[in-house]
């Protein structure tokens, strides 16, 4: 029997420190309490909603339903001694480190991203040149209207960039209770992205599994607020794909405007850059500010609630847009 808990706050269980309460809350530790949860509010006609690590989310008001916390445990190493099998409840970066412990080769570069295991295929976590999807084999999930459990494929996921099938078709139909992974037993490190090449050697160390990892967390902690400090969720933007004339038009005014191609889409634009670029690194409103070291991060100065944080995100993108033309979106999910 799992407990319910009424009017609970939810301000310690999301990144950005939002003071908003649910009507209902439980935490399920196993596939068949998540199933006793869902089967209640099918039946109580209640909503509900899967909160896990809170690292990217934003309450715009009180939830009037169940909150469904997920604590499972566990990661698993199969036969083939490359395939983990990790519980929704772990948290992403334990894993993380608990893979690079076997010597097993694929997640290094998503090291030190706050959230769980089970919200990683969702919007398809990536970093540092590395996307989620490139090592997942399969997602086991409970279908909400038939309290089956299935298996996805990861081919079947239609995972792009920070999307995937669960934040399309599939919201609100299913929620995720382990991830599959098949890993490599060597492969060649990718320090190609960012500045993971000269912090291995500021380090002084030699370029192997672990140290990629020291490297980038290294690099996230320099760049990145720390929830605790800081109230934030990471980064509050997706970067803008726009076609090459607009990035032309763009790069005319702004030579130094960084930028990567994506094959068949077009151009993608570090909102970050944008931000920066617009002399807004480190402007507040109010309440709530851009970080002073990552323009991509929104921060909660001073106990805003989620709709200020709205407010100001939406000055954000109206300067972007008058700016440059470009529309930036966010990457942070509203509850
Ligand atoms: N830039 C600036 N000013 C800034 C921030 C960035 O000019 O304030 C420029 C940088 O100089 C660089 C470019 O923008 O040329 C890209 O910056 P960076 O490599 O720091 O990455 P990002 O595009 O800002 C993305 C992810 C991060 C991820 C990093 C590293 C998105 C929305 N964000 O950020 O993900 O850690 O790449 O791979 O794609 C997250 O999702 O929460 C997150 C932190």
Avoid at 46 to 66: C, E, H, M, P, Y
Avoid at 120 to 140: F, H, K, R, T
Avoid at 320 to 335: A, P, S
Wanted: glycine letters at 6%; hydrophobic letters at 40%; one cysteine or more.
């Amino acid at each position: 029997m799992i407990n319910f808990t009424k009017d609970v706050s939810l301000l310690s269980y999301n990144t950005f420190s939002i003071e908003a309460r649910a009507k209902l809350f439980c935490q399920t530790q196993t596939d068949t309490e998540l199933i006793e949860a869902v089967k209640w509010c099918n039946e109580n006609n209640t909503k509900w909603f899967v909160l896990a690590g809170g690292s990217n989310i934003i309450f715009r008001q009180d939830f009037d339903g169940l909150i469904i916390h997920p604590t499972s445990k566990g990661i698993t190493l199969q036969p083939d001694n490359q395939t983990v099998i990790a519980e929704a409840g772990e948290d992403w970066d334990e894993f993380v480190e608990w893979t690079i412990q076997q010597n097993l080769y694929g997640l290094e570069n998503l090291s030190h991203i706050p959230g769980t295991v089970g919200a990683s295929p969702i919007q398809n976590i990536g970093a540092y040149g590395a996307e989620a999807a490139d090592n997942m084999l399969y997602v086991e999930y409970l279908n909400t209207d038939t309290l089956l459990v299935e298996r996805i494929e990861a081919k079947n996921c239609e995972f792009g960039y920070r999307e995937s099938i669960f934040k399309n078709k599939l919201k609100g139909k299913a929620i995720v209770l382990r991830v599959a992974f098949k890993l490599a037993r060597n492969c060649e490190l990718n320090t190609k992205y960012g500045a993971i090449t000269s912090e291995i050697e500021a380090m002084g160390a030699d370029v192997t599994l672990g140290n990629v990892r020291k490297a980038i967390i290294n690099i996230r902690q320099s760049k990145l607020p720390d929830p605790a400090v800081d109230p934030n969720a990471g980064s509050f933007f997706k970067n803008p794909v726009v076609s090459i004339e607009t990035a032309n038009k763009i790069r005319e005014k702004y030579p130094n405007m960084p930028s990567y191609e994506v094959p068949n889409s077009g151009v993608k634009i570090p909102a970050g850059w944008l931000i920066d670029n617009a002399g807004l690194k480190g402007f507040q409103h109010s309440k709530v500010a851009i970080h002073d070291k990552q323009a991509l991060v929104i921060v909660n100065k001073n106990n805003a609630n989620g709709a200020e944080i709205l407010e100001f995100a939406e000055i954000i993108m109206l300067k972007i847009e008058e700016m440059y033309g470009v529309k930036i979106v966010r990457e942070v999910n509203v509850l």
